[in-house]
């Protein structure tokens, strides 16, 4: 439900009158404690302000902290940035407060968020939230002040999980680099994309051997050293990239190292737990030589943020915007409710046959409306999947669905092609014991197809946002044994065969 205009311009009102009284009221104080009062009681709103509205955004944000060893180490990104704050503290002025600046850095920021929020596009959506946060700061301490806590609040955006999308060239990389270093060692080497055969086993570079891990963890220490050691952007920048691309060959050796330990030892060492532990101990020792090197070439603070500050008479026109268009963004976030609302979201029942089939190739969508697998024939497998526009729970295109399980099917080769006017994607897989499947696949969104994943969530994006019904679904062929043609014939005549029929 939506709110009537008369109850959201009382409820601006009320808070507005609040506000303004607050900063009216007639005192004993001096007029620098009562500005100290505008200045913290005005941040204070604020930050409320901001945490309400994008709350949902949050909580998502630290369930992929929670969910993956990859982002544990943004817990300590808020912690970090107050503990440089903290120093900091006595240099902040309150009676130059206020900046349009921030103001209007908050406008693309929240819009931002707004496509990540319709098209449920997480990291776009926490960047959004993030960026809104640091706007919303500057707007409240004003351009002085906030150039003082610059870097600090910046840092913050480390506490969005990003980085994953780095996944596949990494791991291409990686199994690069490791192929060469075994060949300079003499041991006879088969590489097939990411699968590398040894006379004692074969290997596979998987997601979690790319180094997007080490990567991440490697970028966000190389921001924060090169902050505390380095004054020019120069050396700043230098440092960054170097620790970069350093951890990067370091995985590489990483993965070379493992192979030719379990070469060596007859896979009697090298796997299991000490994969774990060797990996983080070669990364430990990167990052502590890093910084020993860096440090040697570091250049002395000699800032005085206390004496960095220009006096500006404050502005409270700036803030006091920002707080009522966050009050006016969160109502009207609220009145675009999902088209599902209170959506449990379920999977349909399906037989044994069925989920033998799913297990087959790891498929893999929850809270989907309906789902459909059919074994057309002993070579060809047919599957779809419904969704809404927007659910409270769920979505088609995420993390967290998947057409074949990326552990145990490797991507040989992948295409995209347009037959019938309908635009497809092609992916050739295959697993450990050498079989190859064919897989086919397109994402239907209204009456639109697609065969980009970034098109299909933007296009339902727009939908939502301009309040359009619809249904979103994909449409996927397994074929083993066959040429990719015939996969693509056999789903265009499914395509063909359910035209003009409603999705539901």
């Not at 969005?160 to 060469?180: D, K, S, Y």
């Not at 552990?407 to 079989?435: C, F």
């Not at 697609?450 to 299909?456: D, E, G, L, V």
Request: charged letters at 15%; a neutral charge.
């Amino acid at each position: 439900m939506g709110y009537r205009p008369l109850h959201l311009a009382s409820y601006l009102g009320t808070v507005t009158t609040i506000i303004m009284q607050m900063m009216a009221k007639q005192s004993s104080l001096t007029p620098l404690d009562q500005t100290k009062i505008k200045f913290f009681g005005i941040g204070a709103f604020l930050l409320a302000a901001w945490a309400w509205t994008f709350w949902s955004t949050l909580v998502s944000m630290e369930v992929v902290w929670r969910g993956s060893e990859t982002y544990m180490h943004c817990y300590f990104i808020p912690l970090i940035s107050l503990w440089l704050i903290w120093p900091l503290r006595h240099a902040i002025n309150p009676q130059s407060f206020g900046s349009l600046w921030g103001l209007l850095l908050f406008i693309p920021s929240f819009m931002l968020w707004l496509v990540g929020f319709a098209a449920d596009v997480n990291l776009i959506a926490h960047f959004g939230a993030m960026l809104c946060l640091v706007s919303l700061l500057w707007c409240w301490l004003g351009d002085s002040n906030f150039r003082v806590l610059r870097f600090p609040l910046i840092y913050l955006l480390f506490a969005v999980p990003f980085g994953e999308e780095a996944n596949a060239p990494l791991q291409f990389i990686t199994a690069e680099m490791a192929v060469w270093l075994l060949q300079m060692t003499g041991i006879p080497v088969l590489h097939e994309g990411l699968y590398i055969t040894t006379p004692v086993a074969s290997f596979e570079v998987a997601e979690a051997c790319s180094g997007v891990r080490f990567m991440i963890v490697a970028l966000a220490l190389a921001f924060l050293f090169s902050h505390m050691h380095f004054q020019g952007w120069k050396k700043r920048a230098l440092f960054i990239g170097s620790l970069v691309i350093l951890s990067i060959i370091a995985n590489s050796f990483r993965a070379f190292f493992l192979i030719f330990i379990g070469e060596k030892s007859g896979m009697t060492y090298g796997f299991g737990a000490d994969h774990y532990y060797y990996g983080w101990a070669f990364f430990a020792i990167v990052i502590f030589l890093s910084f020993h090197i860096g440090a040697k070439f570091g250049d002395k603070n000699e800032v005085d943020y206390e004496q960095s500050i220009s006096f500006k008479s404050s502005k409270v026109f700036p803030p006091i915007t920002a707080l009522l268009l966050v009050l006016i963004c969160k109502l009207w976030i609220s009145s675009l409710q999902p088209l599902t609302p209170g959506m449990t979201v379920f999977s349909d029942k399906t037989s044994q046959t069925q989920d033998n089939l799913k297990e087959k190739f790891g498929i893999e969508f929850p809270y989907s409306h309906k789902s459909k697998i059919e074994q057309v024939n002993d070579n060809l497998l047919y599957f779809s999947v419904l969704y809404e526009l927007k659910q409270i729970n769920g979505e088609l295109i995420s993390s967290n669905n998947r057409l074949y399980d990326t552990t145990r099917w490797a991507v040989m080769d992948k295409s995209i092609t347009v037959q019938n006017e309908i635009p497809l994607t092609h992916v050739t897989l295959r697993n450990p014991q050498g079989q190859v499947t064919q897989l086919v696949f397109t994402y239907q969104i209204s009456e639109k197809y697609f065969n980009s994943a970034y098109k299909a969530k933007f296009y339902q994006a727009y939908l939502f946002l301009i309040a359009s019904s619809g249904k979103a679904k994909i449409h996927a062929v397994y074929c083993s044994e066959v040429q990719v043609t015939e996969c693509t014939v056999n789903l265009i005549k499914k395509l063909e065969d359910s035209k003009g029929l409603p999705l539901q």
